[in-house]
């Protein structure tokens, strides 16, 4: 594999293309009219123009992709994630193209890009799963009668989606056929498929996933996980590794489970397995995500592992070069998410330009982003400006680390999450590891932001107001009513 397209923009853009520099390997940028400046294009060998700047006439354009990717001769197609990266018609569209498609097979795609046919294809593995139904609905009728069975509350979710789109709490009978049709309309919006499926709803979890990693040869390894319990609108904010409720027996089981899901559906390269773990430590399979994932570099820093390179390596057609024995935990981990929103109201998206932006630095620190001091934040993407990700020896000095790099970080311009973060990391909740995914709906006001706001601003005032008295005590002139000068002048 000598030239490699990365069929994606921005910060996960750039990250792959240095991965690939770094084995020697050729890389090709694609860019929409927004993103023309940005930095995966600069770093890039080549840069192919794709088109407007909404992404169904650019990064969503799979056949123009394919077409500009056999036309300067690329040996393999990295989707990074989001876009077409769980596609599986663009991944059986590249590898129809004689191009190799840096993910799993078509088929691993497209069986757990449904969340029930990811079920039923695990069924014979006796993975626990939470209760509900195993087939698609949009009865409302029906879906009474499923809750009845069940017991309340439920959750419903959209069999086709994810990202928290199609999915509704219903606490009672009454507010059930509201919910459900809400699911089913903003489902069919997302994704175009408006069937939903019911579950139990679980009452405070913990959101787990295990990073799992296969070859073409048959050997599946399960990299540990990821607690990914911070979230907002069911959306991961905060993440970390290790967990701290996992022992190393529960570790050990959803390891196994998430090994066991990839076998499922004969999966190859770098995926995911989504766990929920309830109070009682009892866990129950979700889904797979058949991509790298956003929080990937916690992985990394924990295990030595550089996961772009495994995929490329796997995607070659090499075996694997550990076996489970071999990888331990070191460390702890941290990423926050540095998203362009406003977490004073109600995290809505910001655009503008970003005129002062710096990023941390130092030991333990790094950032993954594709944006630079100077550049519009587009519209039409995505709003998350960077990944800041620390580490330490131990989670108490990982999130230490972590609180004086967003102290440290430096954006102007646009609103952005990093005073989020650093509520989440100083919250007790948090830092004492007594926390679920409802930790925002329960602790985040953003009356605490405000408070903070002026609690700095207090402080800045003192400040300014004492290194002024120090300047003109220093600065003040003699007193000279009696000086020979001033009896000359007047």
């Not at 498929?193 to 679980?202: A, L, N, P, R, T």
Request: proline share 4%; hydrophobic share 40%; charged share 25%.
């Amino acid at each position: 594999m000598q030239k490699i397209l990365v069929a994606n923009r921005g910060e996960i853009a750039l990250r792959v293309m240095k991965t690939a520099r770094s084995m020697g390997i050729k890389t090709v940028a694609v860019y929409s009219e927004a993103d023309r400046t940005s930095p995966h294009v600069t770093f890039a060998d080549e840069a192919i123009f794709l088109g407007p700047a909404p992404s169904n006439q650019s990064y969503l354009n799979g056949d123009l992709i394919i077409a500009q990717a056999k036309a300067c001769g690329v040996d393999g197609i990295h989707p990074g994630y989001g876009f077409l990266s769980e596609n599986a018609a663009f991944a059986e569209a590249v590898e129809a193209a004689g191009i190799t498609f840096i993910g799993p097979r078509p088929h691993a795609i497209s069986v757990m890009g449904s969340k029930l046919a990811a079920k039923e294809a695990v069924k014979s593995y006796d993975i626990p799963m939470v209760p509900g139904i195993d087939q698609a609905i949009t009865d409302v009728a029906l879906a009474k009668e499923i809750a009845d069975q069940i017991g309340y509350p439920i959750l419903i979710k959209a069999s086709a989606g994810g990202g928290g789109k199609g999915m509704r709490v219903v606490e009672n009978p009454e507010a059930l056929a509201s919910q459900m049709n809400r699911a089913i309309s903003e489902a069919t919006s997302a994704f175009g498929d408006g069937s939903v499926f019911i579950e139990k709803y679980v009452r405070s979890p913990r959101h787990i996933e295990i990073q799992v990693l296969a070859d073409q040869h048959d050997h599946v390894l399960y990299l540990f996980e990821r607690e990914c319990s911070i979230q907002r609108r069911h959306q991961k904010v905060v993440e970390e590794a290790p967990s701290v409720i996992l022992t190393p027996d529960l570790r050990k089981r959803m390891g196994q489970a998430a090994v066991d899901v990839a076998r499922a559906c004969q999966y190859v390269g770098a995926g995911t397995g989504e766990f929920l773990v309830d109070a009682n430590h009892d866990f129950f399979f979700l889904e797979m995500n058949t991509r790298l994932q956003v929080e990937h570099p916690v992985t990394e820093l924990i295990t030595g592992l550089d996961l772009v390179e495994e995929q490329i390596r796997v995607a070659r057609g090499e075996p694997l070069r550990m076996k489970q024995e071999d990888l331990q935990i070191t460390g702890h981990a941290l990423e926050l998410r540095v998203y362009a929103e406003d977490p004073r109201n109600n995290f809505l998206p910001s655009v503008g330009k970003l005129e002062v932006y710096r990023p941390a630095q130092g030991e333990g620190i790094r950032v993954d982003d594709g944006y630079r001091e100077g550049m519009d934040i587009p519209i039409f993407y995505d709003p998350m400006l960077a990944k800041l990700i620390t580490y330490g020896k131990t989670r108490e000095a990982a999130i230490q680390r972590m609180i004086e790099a967003i102290d440290d970080y430096d954006i102007e311009g646009v609103a952005n999450t990093l005073s989020f973060g650093r509520f989440v990391c100083t919250h007790p909740a948090f830092v004492s590891g007594n926390f679920d995914t409802h930790f925002v709906k329960e602790h985040f006001t953003t009356d605490v932001l405000k408070k903070d706001n002026e609690q700095e601003a207090k402080v800045a005032a003192l400040l300014a107001t004492h290194l002024y008295s120090k300047k003109h005590d220093k600065l003040k002139l003699p007193q000279t009513g009696h000086s020979e000068w001033q009896q000359r002048r007047f």
